[in-house]
């Protein structure tokens, strides 16, 4: 029905475009098109349905989380939708066994970890929710028990089946192949550099941001090894009871500088909430932000998520998880999810100029900004040149160029999980485990170059808008300009800032 559905689409849309567009309805045209050939081809041509239990998983938690964390109607009505969606989430475990086959191990090595997280959640975070959501109506609370275990029992028994039978079985390739890849980066980012070439800006900016790792770390201590330097400031990591606090105390400060330095308009007084990522969404990302819709006009809370060391890791994971939340990496993480990231993006979604733009974004665009501004706050002064935090955001940025590099090479070029995680811990001086997360989440995050390729790309536009208003050039009139433009990709944000620019992005 969906395929049906796209296509049909599709050719409206193409009828739509052979008419007569204004430049920003063109411009829309553009984005949609290129999402509803990604999504076609994830349907008919990857099977994503097919091969990746993941999300049939995330699903059923990530609908009813939403529901419970945003409190957009009475809790009780919240409460019923909750009620509805626990009615139908066995028949999405019972579709995970009956469509997924032969899936990559990676994908159901984390499925497994996300229904067990999941099991937690649906027994104890939902059930004491819905008891204070329910009140005094005591057969909606019922009905709530009723729904609820038969979804704990749903999901007990799927976990147990990926491990029993599942696990044994997946054996799937998860690399995409070069042409896969390179429509994903058509469709999604309109991006159409060639891969060899696409390959060579990563390698080449990973070997810059290397070089300049090794300088930083030889400034701090020159008789340490660059790995060594960073070990000893990650000594100075929270504990796991201080991580949520630890993210807490960062933010003020990465607040007030954008105020300060005048980096971008600022237009709210809200700040987000911070919280532990829920079990469900652990699928390998460290942090993130989960803001609500552009449209939202009562539930219009942000949730800044760290993610927790897991119970069942051994200590030497835990420790070794931990470090990465070392203090100066903390307050780079902040500026990425929340000022100016992530959290600066959301407060613009209201200005965004069209349906479109406020429902859709893409990758090169939305987490281009966030590490972008990981570099731009501190060549604004950002840490008054503390060199601690200079190596601390080279950390960040070795740790995307080197997804950007991996993440092509598992895909195009028959690169392993393992491999792929011996390039985090050589070239971007991650830990172990970390660097295991990492290249296993390139497995099913295969264009998750986005961030460095997006970063390089806001650079250039920005380089070229300069030049273009001379004397009238101000930074943060650019980064007002790029960001009230919504996610779009940035191909198209060049056409806006810059009429009649047809120059490359990068």
Same mark, same amino acid.
């Given at each position: 029905?969906?395929?049906?559905?796209?296509?049909?689409?599709?050719?409206?849309?193409?009828?739509?475009?052979?008419?007569?567009?204004?430049?920003?309805?063109?411009?829309?045209?553009?984005?949609?098109?290129?999402?509803?050939?990604?999504?076609?081809?994830?349907?008919?041509?990857?099977?994503?349905?097919?091969?990746?239990?993941?999300?049939?998983?995330?699903? /059923?938690?990530?609908? *009813?989380?939403?529901?419970?964390?945003?409190?957009?109607? /009475?809790?009780?009505?919240?409460?019923?939708?909750?009620?509805?969606?626990?009615?139908?989430?066995?028949?999405?475990?019972?579709?995970?066994?009956?469509?997924?086959?032969?899936? /990559?191990?990676?994908?159901?090595?984390?499925?497994?970890?996300?229904?067990?997280?999941?099991?937690?959640?649906?027994?104890?975070?939902?059930?004491?929710?819905?008891?204070?959501?329910?009140?005094?109506?005591?057969?909606?609370?019922?009905?709530?028990?009723?729904?609820?275990?038969?979804?704990?029992?749903?999901?007990?028994?799927?976990?147990?089946?990926?491990?029993?039978? $599942?696990?044994?079985?997946?054996?799937?390739?998860?690399?995409?192949?070069?042409?896969?890849?390179?429509?994903?980066?058509?469709?999604?980012?309109?991006?159409?550099?060639?891969?060899?070439?696409?390959?060579?800006?990563?390698?080449?900016?990973?070997?810059?941001?290397?070089?300049?790792?090794?300088?930083?770390?030889?400034?701090?201590?020159?008789?340490?090894?660059?790995?060594?330097?960073?070990?000893?400031?990650?000594?100075?990591?929270?504990?796991?009871?201080?991580?949520?606090?630890?993210?807490?105390?960062? *933010?003020?400060?990465?607040?007030?500088?954008?105020?300060?330095?005048? *980096?971008?308009?600022?237009?709210?007084?809200?700040?987000?909430?911070?919280?532990?990522?829920? !079990?469900?969404?652990?699928?390998?990302?460290?942090?993130?932000?989960?803001?609500?819709?552009?449209?939202?006009?009562?539930?219009?809370?942000?949730?800044?998520?760290?993610?927790?060391?897991?119970?069942?890791?051994?200590?030497?994971?835990?420790?070794?998880?931990?470090?990465?939340?070392?203090?100066?990496?903390?307050?780079?993480?902040?500026?990425?999810?929340?000022?100016?990231?992530?959290?600066?993006?959301?407060?613009?979604?209201?200005?965004?100029?069209?349906?479109?733009?406020?429902?859709?974004?893409?990758?090169?665009?939305?987490?281009?900004?966030?590490?972008?501004?990981?570099?731009?706050?501190?060549?604004?002064?950002?840490?008054?040149?503390?060199?601690?935090?200079?190596?601390?955001? $080279?950390?960040?940025?070795? $740790?995307?160029?080197?997804?950007?590099?991996?993440?092509?090479?598992?895909?195009?070029?028959?690169?392993?999980?393992?491999?792929?995680?011996?390039?985090?811990?050589?070239?971007?001086?991650?830990?172990?485990?970390?660097?295991?997360?990492?290249?296993?989440?390139?497995?099913?995050? !295969?264009?998750?170059?986005?961030?460095?390729?997006?970063?390089?790309?806001?650079?250039?536009?920005?380089?070229?808008?300069?030049?273009?208003?001379?004397?009238?050039?101000?930074?943060?009139?650019?980064?007002?300009?790029?960001?009230?433009?919504?996610?779009?990709?940035?191909?198209?944000?060049?056409?806006?800032?810059?009429?009649?620019?047809?120059? /490359?992005? $990068?």
């Amino acid at each position: 029905k969906r395929l049906e559905t796209a296509k049909t689409l599709l050719a409206r849309l193409d009828k739509l475009r052979a008419g007569s567009l204004s430049e920003g309805e063109a411009i829309d045209a553009e984005v949609l098109d290129g999402k509803l050939k990604s999504e076609l081809m994830d349907l008919e041509v990857l099977e994503t349905w097919r091969h990746n239990p993941m999300f049939y998983i995330r699903g /059923p938690a990530g609908s *009813i989380d939403g529901l419970m964390k945003r409190d957009f109607a /009475p809790a009780a009505t919240r409460l019923r939708s909750v009620v509805a969606r626990l009615k139908a989430a066995p028949a999405m475990f019972e579709a995970l066994r009956t469509n997924v086959e032969n899936p /990559p191990r990676e994908f159901t090595d984390l499925a497994i970890r996300m229904g067990q997280g999941s099991i937690g959640f649906f027994q104890h975070t939902v059930r004491d929710w819905a008891r204070q959501a329910a009140g005094n109506d005591a057969q909606l609370l019922k009905e709530f028990n009723a729904a609820d275990d038969d979804v704990v029992k749903a999901i007990t028994e799927t976990v147990g089946w990926m491990k029993k039978d $599942l696990l044994a079985r997946s054996h799937g390739k998860y690399a995409l192949g070069a042409d896969a890849f390179a429509k994903k980066m058509l469709y999604e980012e309109l991006v159409d550099i060639p891969l060899d070439r696409l390959l060579a800006i990563g390698e080449a900016n990973l070997a810059r941001d290397h070089e300049a790792f090794r300088a930083v770390a030889k400034k701090i201590d020159p008789k340490k090894t660059p790995a060594e330097v960073m070990k000893t400031i990650e000594a100075d990591h929270p504990a796991a009871d201080d991580l949520i606090p630890s993210a807490i105390r960062t *933010i003020e400060k990465c607040r007030q500088f954008l105020i300060d330095r005048n *980096i971008v308009a600022v237009p709210s007084e809200v700040r987000p909430t911070i919280l532990e990522t829920p !079990p469900y969404a652990r699928g390998g990302s460290f942090a993130s932000m989960d803001t609500p819709g552009a449209y939202e006009t009562k539930a219009t809370e942000a949730f800044y998520y760290v993610t927790p060391a897991e119970k069942d890791w051994t200590p030497k994971h835990i420790e070794e998880h931990l470090r990465l939340f070392n203090a100066p990496v903390m307050q780079v993480i902040t500026i990425h999810e929340a000022f100016p990231g992530h959290y600066i993006q959301f407060l613009f979604s209201k200005q965004y100029p069209t349906k479109t733009r406020k429902l859709t974004f893409c990758g090169t665009n939305v987490e281009g900004w966030a590490h972008y501004c990981e570099q731009m706050a501190l060549e604004e002064g950002f840490g008054d040149g503390d060199p601690k935090l200079q190596l601390a955001q $080279l950390s960040e940025a070795l $740790l995307r160029d080197c997804r950007y590099v991996v993440g092509i090479k598992l895909h195009t070029q028959g690169m392993t999980v393992q491999q792929g995680a011996e390039v985090f811990e050589k070239e971007g001086f991650q830990e172990p485990a970390n660097a295991f997360e990492e290249a296993r989440r390139g497995a099913y995050n !295969p264009t998750y170059l986005y961030y460095t390729l997006g970063k390089l790309q806001i650079y250039k536009l920005r380089d070229d808008y300069r030049k273009a208003k001379g004397a009238d050039y101000k930074l943060a009139t650019f980064h007002n300009e790029f960001v009230r433009q919504g996610g779009i990709p940035i191909k198209l944000i060049r056409r806006i800032l810059l009429p009649g620019d047809n120059g /490359p992005t $990068l």
